[in-house]
Nanobody, 125 residues
């Protein structure tokens, strides 16, 4: 079975930076993309960023453009989310997900096939 494991979360002050990692193990896929989502208390899960594995085309939510950057390591089947200038409103559980069988990016959670358990990011002012 495919496993998705996030790491790198923590508690930081506003303006600080964090790097999240998403490692995928088990079955490999020839065509897939990876995405980051987040969910704050009392809110629905929202799209943060995604990357197409083959060519590295990226997509970002407006709320994180210019502050977050998604990247990939093909050999390790690992995606990263570099987060800079964090704000209290970024506080959430961050989830990594894998979408297989399609080459395009998606902001729609049901389009993703495999999910990690999440890693907590807390930003205080």
């Amino acid at each position: 079975q495919v496993q998705v494991v996030e790491s790198g979360g923590g508690s930081v002050q506003a303006g600080d930076s964090l790097r999240l990692s998403c490692a995928v193990s088990g079955r490999t896929f020839s065509t897939y993309s990876m995405g980051w989502f987040r969910q704050a208390p009392g809110k629905e899960r929202e799209f943060v960023s995604s990357i197409r594995w083959r060519d590295g085309v990226r997509d970002y939510a407006d709320s994180v453009k210019g502050r977050f950057a998604i990247s990939r390591d093909n050999a390790k089947t690992t995606a990263y989310l570099e987060m800079k200038n964090l704000r209290p409103e970024d506080t959430a559980i961050y989830y990594c997900a894998v979408r297989r069988g399609y080459s395009g990016n998606s902001r729609h959670p049901p389009d993703y096939n495999y999910w990690g358990r999440g890693t907590q990011v807390t930003v205080s002012s």
